[in-house]
C-alpha cells in the first residue's frame, strides 16, 4: 500500500517561502506510470492543483502560480518537494502531496496546514 | 469560480438515491478529457471514489457509479448511509488552461 507523508514547517512568514517535502513509502517513484504532485485546500475551500513532477523530473505548474512555484523530486530518498515563493495571507490552506496516475489522483498524504503569518 | 461547476449540496434520507452534476466545457469534457470523483470526510483527506468516468477502485461499494455525456458528468449514490456524508469533488484536465481542474465540491446531507 502506497502511503505518502508532508513535512515542513507550518507556519511561514509574509513573503517568505513555504517549502514541503513528501516521503513516499510502499512504492517505488522511479516509474514513468505516476507522477507526483502537490494539490491544496484553501480552509473551508475547494481543492487547487498546484503541479505535479514526473519521475524525468519533468514538471507542470498551474498557470495562477507558476511564477512562484518549484518542485523536485529526490527518487534515491523516495521524496519530492514543493517551494513556494513570496507567500502571502492568501496561501494559507492545507496542502497535500499525491500520487497521480494517467489524469486522476490514486494515493493522496494526509495534509498539512500552513499558516502565513507575522 | 470553479471550471467545473458543481451544486454546493445536495441532501437525501437513509436508504435514497442522490445524484451530483459536475459540469464543464469544450475544453475538458467536450474534448474528450475523463471525470474522476473524490469523497471527502470530515477532517481528511480526499479519497478516489470514481476513475476514468465510471471505474470503481477496490473496496469502493457499488453503491457509487458514475458518468460523463458531453459536457456533462455525474455521481450517483444509491441506498444512501449515514456514513456517506461527505464532500464530493469531480476532477478532470483542461486543454485551454493546460491544468488539470476541480469542481468548487458538493456536500451531501443525509437527513
Known amino acids: 500500500q502506497v502511503q505518502l507523508q508532508e513535512s515542513g514547517p507550518g507556519l511561514v512568514k509574509p513573503s517568505q517561502t513555504l517549502s514541503l517535502t513528501c516521503t513516499v513509502s510502499?512504492?517505488?517513484?522511479?516509474?514513468?506510470?505516476?507522477?507526483w504532485s502537490w494539490i491544496r485546500q484553501h480552509p473551508a475551500k475547494g481543492l487547487e492543483w498546484i503541479g505535479y513532477?514526473?519521475?524525468?523530473?519533468?514538471?507542470y505548474y498551474s498557470p495562477s502560480l507558476k511564477s512562484r512555484v518549484t518542485m523536485s523530486l529526490d527518487t534515491s530518498n523516495n521524496q519530492f518537494s514543493l517551494k513556494l515563493h513570496s507567500v502571502t495571507a492568501a496561501d494559507t490552506a492545507v496542502y497535500y502531496c499525491?500520487?497521480?496516475?494517467?489524469?486522476?489522483?490514486?494515493?493522496w498524504g494526509q495534509g498539512t496546514l500552513v499558516t502565513v503569518s507575522s | 469560480q470553479s471550471v467545473l461547476t458543481q451544486p454546493p449540496s445536495v441532501s437525501g434520507a437513509p436508504g435514497q438515491r442522490v445524484s451530483i452534476s459536475c459540469t464543464g466545457s469544450n475544453s475538458n469534457f467536450g474534448a474528450g478529457y475523463d471525470v474522476h470523483w473524490y469523497q471527502q470526510l470530515p477532517g481528511t483527506a480526499p479519497k478516489l471514489l470514481i476513475f476514468?468516468?465510471?471505474n470503481r477502485p477496490s473496496g469502493v461499494p457499488d453503491r457509487f457509479s458514475g458518468s460523463k455525456s458531453g459536457t456533462s458528468a455525474s455521481l450517483g449514490i444509491t441506498g444512501l448511509q449515514a456514513e456517506d456524508e461527505a464532500d464530493y469533488y469531480c476532477?478532470?484536465?483542461?486543454?485551454?488552461?493546460?491544468?488539470?481542474?476541480f469542481g468548487g465540491g458538493t456536500k451531501v446531507t443525509v437527513l
Open positions: 476514468g468516468n465510471n
Open positions: 510502499g512504492g517505488s517513484m522511479s516509474s514513468g506510470a505516476y507522477y
Open positions: 499525491a500520487r497521480g496516475r494517467a489524469t486522476n489522483i490514486d494515493y
Open positions: 513532477i514526473y519521475h524525468s523530473g519533468r514538471t
Open positions: 476532477q478532470s484536465y483542461d486543454n485551454s488552461l493546460s491544468s488539470f481542474v
